[in-house]
C-alpha cells in the first residue's frame, strides 16, 4: 500500500491521513508519503514529480 497524501489537503484533513497511517503500521509492505506543500490535487509541481516518482518507484518494488 502506497498513501501520499497533501498536508495542505483542503478536502481530507491530515489528521485523517495520519490515522489511516497508524491503521496501516502492521502491513510491513505499506508506506506514507507526506508532502507538506500539496493540497489535495498535488498541484505543487516540485512534490507531484515527487510523488509520481516514489508511485513508480513503489510500483516497481511491489509488482516484481
Not at 17 to 24: F, K, P, Q, R
Amino acid at each position: 500500500l502506497l498513501h501520499v497524501h497533501g498536508k495542505q489537503d483542503e478536502f481530507v484533513g491530515f489528521e485523517h491521513a495520519m490515522a489511516y497511517e497508524e491503521a496501516c503500521k502492521m502491513n510491513h509492505n505499506a508506506r506514507f508519503l507526506s508532502l507538506p506543500n500539496s493540497n489535495h490535487d498535488f498541484s505543487n509541481e516540485t512534490e507531484r514529480k515527487i510523488a509520481a516518482e516514489e508511485t513508480c518507484l513503489w510500483f516497481q518494488q511491489t509488482l516484481t
